[in-house]
């Protein structure tokens, strides 16, 4: 007899090939048996998929839970949203290994980099590590609804192993290199499910700071492609470099990377998003990145599902008044307060009448032209919408109003929860066809979700949901991919990106992790800014709706939408040889 039969859904099983109707089944931790409806026998649980959507569980390669794993055992928001498994450690930030006098740096280092609450941070974690094979036991030891696993953050390794100089990016010495190898081999034989490094302008430290590792030398770098190569030597397991680089960089960087590849036998994994600034790069990474591949090197770019781009609010980190002198005695008062403030004409004319100093990139962030920036209505969010209509300058213009007048009314709206939607990245042509042609390429992987991360300003956990929604159901402005296409990008793929070829498909043998989705009722709650973070501190939550059950290790974490209240996940220890 089976655990869980689920009978006669829709399975879309993450190879790619054609859905077909069948019944799935699982005993503990493994699916058994896929057959046509019906053909299965008797079941301790049968859930009736009629009419629904099997798909394996998604595999999320970009999140930052780095420190919310400490706290959060659900580690939301990614399992609102089908995911399964979830890989954090990214962009060269996290927290270990770490001496004891340096935790309040790296919390200084993660929130700077990815707007994570410092307040939260310093509470959340427990700190009861200091060596990363520590930490993964630290981490262990807590309950989780869905797998993660973590990556070796360069910036923390190196400030454990150079102090100051690491902090301050000078050049590593001989002996620091022997000991950053020694540490970086420790780690991912202790389980680490690969490297990863910031070394993009963009990534800097609460103070100012760049990440330590942003200026590298190639010896460095080098050293880091030894320890892949040692695990590698060690338990066959072809590791994953990942790495964050000025876009505009890109095309320059091919040579160190495939050297990269050749010394430590894995993969180069790199952040890869047009800028409006060059927003025609993006075609020579694309040929720079097929040519390395075709000469037999493992690098691929990870792109994101959408643009990736800010949601500005009263509540959040960015909006387009938040540099203006008028706005500075409104900053802090609570939102009530807030709007009682802009009530009053005299400091909403100071607010409208008030320019800001000439641009700089933390002015282009906040602000980024109004004729790049859309008032976010209710419900959904329009992450695909038309420059030429739905823009602040467009519908200023139709109004009769200024764009600044039309952008505090909507974020006055609703009580002062009003947001406007700012594209930053992938959407120079004022659409999304550039990112179906990348998620087409074969050298390219899905990812950049950033969950965990960013929480006054972005809530992208949910990509998973808005890849089938939007690519595989909702688009108008140009054509759709298959479903087949969408649930093997975040599944099979993303899974063998990181060695772990026991999930990521539905077939025998393989973990049984699987939705259960009602495809017609997939979608989203409307995005909010929720103070659940420890110390009550904030972040934009967005849920997944049509869930009808998420499954982890055969058991299901999610039934309609809500957690059930069981904790089946585990830390990963690395992935495995690829299989012959």
């Known amino acids: 007899m089976y655990d869980l039969v689920i009978r006669g859904g829709l399975l879309i099983d993450g190879t790619g090939e054609p859905g077909r109707l069948a019944d799935v089944g699982i005993e503990g931790d493994l699916i058994v048996a896929v057959g046509p409806p019906n053909s299965l026998g008797a079941a301790h649980r049968v859930l009736d998929a009629e009419g629904l959507l099997v798909t394996p569980g998604f595999v999320d390669v970009h999140t930052h839970y780095d420190g919310q794993a400490s706290w959060d055992p659900w580690l939301t928001p990614s399992s609102w949203h089908g995911v399964t498994t979830a890989i954090a450690g990214n962009c060269g930030v996290g927290f270990a290994p770490v001496r004891p006098d340096r935790h309040d740096w790296l919390v200084q280092l993660m929130e700077g980099v990815e707007d994570i609450p410092g307040s939260a941070l310093s509470e959340g974690i427990s700190w009861d590590w200091e060596s990363f094979p520590e930490f993964l036991d630290a981490i262990s030891a807590r309950p989780h609804a869905i797998d993660c696993g973590f990556q070796l953050a360069h910036g923390p390794l190196r400030g454990y192993v150079m102090g100051e100089r690491g902090a301050a990016n ?5 002996e620091d290199l022997v000991e950053l190898r020694r540490l970086a081999s420790e780690a991912l034989a202790a389980g680490a499910m690969g490297i990863s490094t910031s070394r993009t302008s963009l990534h800097k430290s609460r103070d100012g700071e760049f990440v330590p590792g942003t200026f590298a030398e190639l010896d460095e770098l080098l050293c880091l492609a030894d320890a892949l190569a040692d695990e590698k030597t060690r338990s066959g397991r072809a590791g994953v470099f990942q790495l964050a680089m000025e876009h505009t960089d890109v095309p320059t960087q091919f040579d160190w990377m495939r050297e990269f590849v050749a010394r430590s036998g894995g993969t180069v994994s790199f952040n890869f998003s047009q800028t409006r600034h060059a927003p025609e790069i993006w075609r020579e990474v694309v040929e720079q990145l097929d040519r390395a591949n075709d000469e037999g090197f493992s690098i691929v770019g990870q792109v994101a599902g959408r643009s990736i781009g800010v ?3 009263l509540e959040g980190t960015v909006h387009p008044f938040a540099l203006h002198s008028a706005w500075q005695p409104l900053a802090l008062l609570p939102t009530d307060e807030k709007l009682l403030a ?12 008030e320019t800001l100093p000439p641009i700089t990139p933390v002015v282009d962030l906040l602000t980024s032209g109004w004729e790049r920036m859309y008032p976010v209505g209710a419900g959904a969010i329009d992450y695909e919408p038309d420059p030429e209509t739905d823009s602040l300058a467009a519908l200023a213009v139709a109004r009769g109003i200024t764009p600044a007048e039309l952008a505090l009314e909507a974020l006055c709206a609703d009580g002062g929860t009003g947001m406007l939607y700012v594209p930053l990245f992938n959407y120079s042509g004022g659409d999304l066809e550039l990112l179906r042609e990348l998620h087409q390429n074969p050298n390219t992987r899905m990812g950049l979700s950033d969950a965990g991360a960013h929480c006054g300003s972005i809530c992208d956990g949910g990509m998973p949901t808005f890849m089938l929604t939007h690519w595989g159901r909702d688009r108008r402005r140009g054509e759709q991919l298959p479903l087949e296409f969408l649930i093997r990008r975040q599944t099979a793929e993303t899974a063998a990106l990181f060695s772990l070829f026991d999930r990521g498909v539905v077939a025998p043998g393989m973990r049984a992790d699987l939705n259960v989705i009602d495809f017609d009722e997939l979608g989203f709650t409307n995005a909010t800014m929720a103070y659940d973070l420890p110390t009550g501190a904030r972040r934009l939550v967005q ?17 309609y939408d809500t957690f059930t209240g069981a904790l089946p996940g585990k830390v990963l220890r690395g992935g495995a040889a690829a299989p012959a």
């Open 342 to 353: 802009l009530k009053d004409p005299a400091i909403r004319a100071a607010l409208l009448a």
């Open 170 to 174: 000078e050049p590593a010495r001989p």
């Open 543 to 559: 849920r997944g709706t049509g869930y009808v059950a998420t499954i982890v290790a055969g058991v299901p974490i999610v039934e």
């Open 311 to 313: 949601l500005e609010c």
